[in-house]
């Protein structure tokens, strides 16, 4: 038999340390640079389509989501917990209210070093505000 309890142990031990970064700066730590995200002027005090950890952690995951249910089931409404309704859409609904992709999805995507390709098809214009 497995020892269960000393597996999940293991498991959360690594959790904790591949994210060991993560959870350093995310706790204010003097780690160096960490990537600042600028909201775009007016967005100070709202919320976004889900809880802000929530869209930290998963903003891609939703994006999927969204993509395939808009593509293959033509469900097109998102709600969000506190009853909002959004439009599943990147360009018509995140783009809306991140306007300066430059300076809020790009500077945590570069610090990462990831470059979503999804702006080869749903913008037209060159980004604003990109470095
Ligand atoms: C090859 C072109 C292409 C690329 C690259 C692409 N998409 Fe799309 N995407 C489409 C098309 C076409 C639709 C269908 C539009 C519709 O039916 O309204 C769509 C629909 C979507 C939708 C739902 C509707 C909307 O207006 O946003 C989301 C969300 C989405 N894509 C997200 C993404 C994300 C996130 C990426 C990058 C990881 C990405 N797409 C990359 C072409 C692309
Ligand atoms: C109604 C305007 C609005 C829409 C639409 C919106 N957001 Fe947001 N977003 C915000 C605001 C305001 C914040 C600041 C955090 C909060 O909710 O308190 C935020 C926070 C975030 C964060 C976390 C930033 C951080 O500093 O951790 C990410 C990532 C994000 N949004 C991505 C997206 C994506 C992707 C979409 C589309 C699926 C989207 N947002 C749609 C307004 C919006
Ligand atoms: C708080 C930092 C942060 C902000 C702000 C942010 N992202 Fe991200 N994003 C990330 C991280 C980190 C990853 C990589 C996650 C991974 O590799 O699993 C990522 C990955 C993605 C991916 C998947 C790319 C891939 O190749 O796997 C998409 C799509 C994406 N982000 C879209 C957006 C959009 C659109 C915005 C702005 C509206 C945005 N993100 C804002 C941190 C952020």
Redesign the pocket.
Known sequence: MYDSGKVITGLLAFAVLVTLPFWYTAAGGKGGFR?E?KLAPGLEGKKCVESKAF??AS??DL??LWRDEVVRQDLRVHFSPDGRAFEKS?TNT??K??SN?GE??????N??G?????WDCHMEKKLKGAE
Not at 104 to 109: A, E, L, P, T, V
């Open positions: 990537p995200p869209m930290r903003h891609m994006l999927n990147l995140c783009l209210c991140h992709t809020f999805c790009d500077r945590c995507h610090y990462v990831v470059q979503p390709y999804c």
